[in-house]
């Protein structure tokens, strides 16, 4: 029996299936125009969260990105609430990776165009909350195009869902969407840091094979540099993913635009929440570094530079110094006093 939603879409073959969604193939009634349907099972979903759905849908219907996979549709029907996006032709990175991960330029640009589109995304005050090489796609020509934006964070909270998709899906959540907090541009940032690592590496940079021991690893573990994993990988890329996997979301990189200038520059280039930034410089194994008309070489030593000093560092450094003065003249009144 043939089923259809919104007199308007013809629901096909069953996609794929995780704690919160079930994906469809379908068709636009009277073409043969194939999109995408994700319906939100009702137990993942109550009143409140479907009136903060529907804005958000409105909101990514409007993004205009080519490496987005455009929506078309969403709004809450007889099934429960629903999208339409576009289908794209093409294999996902996770149909990638079964075959090998790609050469490092093709790698960073794959990465590049990913973290552009999540960008746009997060400018909308839209997180993507379910980053996973099953929901990337590259379509004809080499150009990547992102899925799956729609998903609502309060979805996460029930614990009973969020056990289950711990214990099944849990290879790209952050630490704090796996027990369960509040999430949000950080969150994505640290998947998109699990993502590059696998697009450098191939392997995750934790040790568990999935499920819960993949749980606990993002939470406990500290990863392996890649570059430990392959000698090709230069040391920038090593401090830029590192410090998108950090487990505290407030030492994070706070923003994917400062890991785009981080990627292009060559060097980390960390910008701390109250918007001061540290601008640290490496020597780079793949090409040399041309900054403030200074060049970095292989022949020289690699060096750090701080550019800035956070207000919070100069505090910190303050009240050490006066701590080690009022030490030191307590010393010399007890000295004197027992003279």
């Known amino acids: 029996m043939e089923k259809f939603l919104k007199s308007r879409y013809k629901i096909g073959e069953l996609i794929g299936e995780n704690p919160f969604s079930i994906t469809y193939k379908g068709y636009l009634i009277g073409t043969q125009v194939p999109v995408v349907i994700k319906i939100y099972k009702r137990a993942a979903l109550n009143s409140p969260l479907i009136n903060k759905l529907r804005p958000k ?3 990514i219907i409007s993004l205009d990105h080519p490496n987005i996979a455009r929506v078309i549709d969403g709004d809450y029907g007889w099934q429960g609430f629903y999208f339409i996006r576009e289908f794209v032709e093409g294999e996902s990175l996770k149909e990638m990776f079964a075959k090998g991960v790609p050469e490092m330029p093709a790698a960073l640009e794959i990465m590049k165009q990913v973290l552009s589109s999540v960008a ?3 400018k909308e005050n839209l997180i993507h909350g379910a980053i996973t090489t099953s929901n990337i796609f590259i379509a004809g020509g080499g150009e990547v195009k992102v ?3 729609i998903l609502e964070p309060g979805v996460r909270k029930s614990p009973e869902l969020l056990a289950e998709a711990a214990a099944t899906g849990s290879s790209f959540m952050s630490p704090e969407q796996i027990k369960g907090e509040q999430i949000g541009v950080t969150s994505d940032i640290y998947s998109l840091g699990i ?3 696998q697009l450098l590496t191939g392997r995750s940079p934790f040790n568990g094979v999935g499920g819960l021991d ?5 939470i406990t573990e500290i990863p392996l540099p890649p570059s430990q994993l392959s000698s090709s990988i230069p040391q920038y890329l090593d401090d830029i993913i590192l410090k998108m996997l950090e487990k505290d979301p407030l030492q994070r990189i706070s923003r994917i635009e400062d890991v785009l200038e981080s990627m292009n520059k060559h060097r980390l280039i960390f910008r701390a929440p109250d918007q001061d ?8 194994n793949l090409n040399p570094i041309v900054y403030d008309e200074e060049v970095v070489t292989k022949k020289e030593k690699p060096k750090t530079k701080w550019r800035k000093i956070s207000r919070r560092s100069l505090f910190s450094l303050l009240v050490l110094i006066s701590i080690a003065v009022g030490l030191w003249l307590a010393f010399i009144v007890n000295f004197v006093s027992l003279k």
């Open 195 to 197: 993502l590059f690592y």
């Open 214 to 218: 993949t749980a606990l690893g993002h």
């Open 57 to 59: 849908v409105t909101k």
């Open 147 to 149: 899925t799956d934006f």
């Open 277 to 284: 930034y540290v601008d640290l410089i490496y020597e780079d």
């Open 120 to 122: 746009t995304a997060h």
